[in-house]
C-alpha cells in the first residue's frame, strides 16, 4: 500500500479550479484512498484500488481525471466519451455522474449518465456530439453498442466501479465485451471492494502494471458502528422491529432484508404499525424509488426497507440505524450494510435479529470480521407479539454448520452451480445484463 503523509487536497497537484470548487463543498482534507489514488492517477498510471464504499472512492477517481481533461482541452468524436466509468446500478451511475458534473461545474466538462428505464432515444441524442465523460451501467451500454449509437475506439481512460457487484450481477462477460471496443492504450482505474479469483483475474487482464491502493478492507467493520446481534424467533421479528423503533433515537434507520417480497411485508408491518417507512428494490417504478429516497433523506420517513443491490448505491449520512431485519448469507454483505451508517464522522448502531436457523451466517460474519458481536436473547419473549405468518430465515442442518458447506445450508440459500436458477434448474438463455435499477435522486455527492 501506498503512503503518504498528503493532509490536504491542495497538495495533491489538483488545478485551481478543482480546489476553489472542493473549497466551495468545504472539503479540505482528503480521505486515505484519495490521499493515495489521485497522485498516480495524475501521473496516467493504471491503478487497482481495494476500497469499499463510502471511503470516497468516487472523488478518488474523479477529481484527477477531472484535471486531466481540462489540462488536455479537445473535443470528444462524435458517438464518442473520452471517460467511461462503467457503474452496476443506476443508483451508482447517477451519483457518479452528479459527482462528476459537481466537481467540474467551472471547467465546462460534458457529462452524460446511461442507464435502463432512461429514453434511449435521448440518450442517443446526448452522445451524438460525443461527451466528456460517460457513466454507464454495462447493459444499456452494450444495447447502444449494437445499436452503433456509441463509439468507444476514441475512450481514453476507463473506469471500472465496484468490480466485485459486477460479478454478482452477472455482468463479467458484458464488461469484457465492452473492453474489447476501447483502445489498449488507455488509463484503467480498477475499484473493488473484495476481490474473489474471477475479478482478480478481471483486473489482471485489464491492468498495465497498476498502482495498487487498499483502504478500509471489507473484512473490517467501521470503527464508530456499535454493533449487537438479538436472539429472537422469526415469528417476533416483526414486533421487536416495531419495539426497536420506539425508540426515539432511531431517527433514521435502513432496514436490509433478503428478498423484494420481504422488503415489502416488513415495510407494511411497520406502517401499520403507525411508523412511517417505504420499501424500495428493483421492482420498485422510478418514480417509487425517487420518491422514498427523497423522503427518507428529507427525515418525512424514519425508515426506508431495502434489499442489498439496492441500497448499495444508496449514500446518506444521517442514517443512525442499521437493522439487520435477516442476516446476510454471504458475510461480506454484513460488512457493506452496516457500513450505511457512521459516516462522515458520525456515530452508528447496527442491530441483527438472528433466529435458530441463522447461527450459522452469524458465525461466518464474525469469523469474517474477526470479533464476537455482543449479543443478548429475546428468545421466549412474551412481551413479543408472535406473528404465525412469518416464515423468515432459511433452516440451518442441526449441528450448524456453516455456509461453507454446502449441504449444511438449506437449497435456496446453496451456492448454485453455472447455468443453475435458485432451484438447481438449468436457466432459461436471457440477457441478465439487460436488466438494471432505476436512478436515484440526484444530491449533491459526499466524499
Known amino acids: 500500500m501506498k503512503e503518504l503523509e498528503l493532509t490536504t487536497f491542495s497538495k495533491l497537484g489538483l488545478n485551481s479550479a478543482l480546489l476553489k470548487t472542493l473549497d466551495a463543498e468545504r472539503y ?18 493504471d491503478l487497482l484500488g481495494i476500497a469499499q464504499t463510502g471511503t470516497g472512492k468516487t472523488a478518488a477517481f474523479a477529481l484527477p481525471i477531472l484535471h486531466r481533461l481540462a489540462a488536455n482541452r479537445r473535443p470528444a468524436q462524435r458517438q464518442g466519451a473520452r471517460v467511461l466509468v462503467l457503474s452496476p446500478t443506476r443508483e451508482l451511475a447517477s451519483q457518479i455522474a452528479q459527482s462528476f458534473k459537481t466537481y ?20 442517443v441524442t446526448a452522445m451524438s456530439r ?47 465485451q465492452i473492453i474489447s471496443k476501447i483502445s489498449a492504450r488507455r488509463q484503467t482505474l480498477f475499484f473493488s471492494a473484495t476481490m474473489p479469483r474471477e475479478i482478480g483475474k478481471l483486473a489482471g487482464d485489464m491492468l498495465r502494471n497498476p498502482v495498487r491502493v487498499s483502504v478500509a478492507p471489507v473484512a473490517k467493520t467501521a470503527d464508530r458502528v456499535t454493533q449487537k446481534v438479538i436472539h429472537v424467533e422469526g415469528q417476533r421479528k416483526k ?24 422488503a415489502d411485508k416488513v415495510a407494511r408491518h411497520l406502517e401499520a404499525a403507525g411508523i412511517k417507512v417505504a420499501a ?45 431485519y435477516e442476516l446476510p448469507n454471504i458475510p461480506e454483505s454484513y460488512v457493506h450494510r452496516i457500513g450505511r451508517t457512521a459516516r462522515a464522522g458520525a456515530e452508528g448502531i447496527a442491530i ?19 470479533q464476537s458481536i455482543p449479543s443478548m436473547d429475546r ?51 436471457q440477457r441478465r445484463h439487460r436488466v438494471d435499477f432505476p436512478a436515484a435522486s440526484s444530491t449533491a455527492p459526499s466524499l
Request: with cysteine; proline share 4%; net charge positive.
Open 28 to 45: 479540505t482534507t482528503p480521505t486515505p484512498i484519495q490521499a493515495q489514488a489521485i497522485p498516480s492517477v495524475l501521473e496516467g498510471k
Open 104 to 123: 467540474g461545474r467551472q471547467s465546462g466538462v460534458s457529462v452524460t449518465a446511461m442507464f435502463g428505464g432512461a429514453p434511449f432515444r435521448r440518450q
Open 130 to 176: 460525443g461527451v466528456d465523460v460517460l457513466v454507464a451501467t454495462p447493459g444499456r451500454l452494450i444495447d447502444h453498442l449494437e445499436q452503433r449509437s456509441v463509439v468507444l475506439s476514441g475512450t481514453e481512460i476507463l473506469v471500472l466501479d465496484e468490480a466485485d457487484q459486477m460479478l454478482d450481477m452477472g455482468f463479467i462477460r458484458p464488461i469484457r
Open 239 to 262: 414486533s421487536l422491529l416495531v419495539e426497536l423503533f420506539a425508540d426515539s433515537a432511531m431517527q433514521r434507520a435502513l432496514v436490509f432484508t433478503r428478498t423484494k417480497r420481504g
Open 280 to 324: 424500495i428494490h428493483g421492482n420498485k417504478s422510478q418514480g417509487q424509488r425517487e420518491a422514498a429516497l427523497g423522503a427518507f433523506r428529507s427525515g418525512r420517513i424514519r425508515g426506508l426497507v431495502a434489499t442489498d443491490i439496492a441500497a448499495r448505491g444508496i449514500d446518506i449520512d444521517q442514517v443512525t440505524h442499521v437493522v439487520n
Open 352 to 370: 441483527s435479529l438472528c433466529d435458530n436457523e441463522e447461527r450459522a451466517f452469524l458465525r461466518d460474519i464474525e469469523r469474517l470480521t474477526r
Open 379 to 429: 428468545r421466549g419473549d412474551s412481551a413479543l407479539v408472535v406473528d404465525q405468518r412469518d416464515h423468515t430465515a432459511p433452516a440451518a442442518d442441526s449441528n450448524g454448520s456453516s455456509r461453507r458447506g454446502a449441504s449444511a445450508r438449506p437449497k435456496r440459500f446453496q451456492k448454485r452451480r453455472k447455468g443453475e436458477t435458485r432451484g438447481g434448474k438449468p436457466k432459461p438463455k
